[in-house]
C-alpha cells in the first residue's frame, strides 16, 4: 500500500471515530448518559431494593471533580503503557527486518 492510500485510509478511520463519539450527542438530545456504575447500583436496587453492600470503598474521593480526575489520570497512564508497547514492539520488529 503505497502512503497516499495509508495516509487516507488513517484519515477515514479518524473520521469515524469521531464521528462515532459524536453522532449520539446530536441526534439523542435528552439522553443522559451515565456511567456502568450508576447502572449497576440503579439495576441492583430494582432487583433487591433492601440490599447492602459487603464493605465500604478504602478511598473516598471529597468530590467529584476529584473523582474525574482519578479516572482520567488512570485513562492516561494506560493510554501511555499500551502505546509505548505498541511502539517498542514494532521498533523490535523493525529493526529485524533491517538485520536480515
Request: a negative charge.
Amino acid at each position: 500500500m503505497d502512503q497516499s492510500k495509508k495516509n487516507l485510509s488513517n484519515w477515514l478511520l479518524v473520521l469515524g471515530v469521531i464521528t462515532l463519539a459524536v453522532a449520539p450527542l446530536i441526534f439523542i438530545r435528552d439522553a443522559e448518559f451515565n456511567g456502568a456504575d450508576g447502572e449497576a447500583e440503579a439495576a441492583i436496587i430494582e432487583v433487591q431494593p433492601g440490599y447492602e453492600p459487603w464493605f465500604k470503598p478504602v478511598f473516598e474521593p471529597p468530590s467529584g471533580e476529584v473523582e474525574s480526575l482519578l479516572f482520567t489520570s488512570q485513562a492516561a497512564v494506560g493510554a501511555g503503557v499500551i502505546g509505548y508497547v505498541i511502539g517498542l514492539y514494532k521498533e523490535r520488529n523493525r529493526q529485524q527486518r533491517h538485520k536480515g
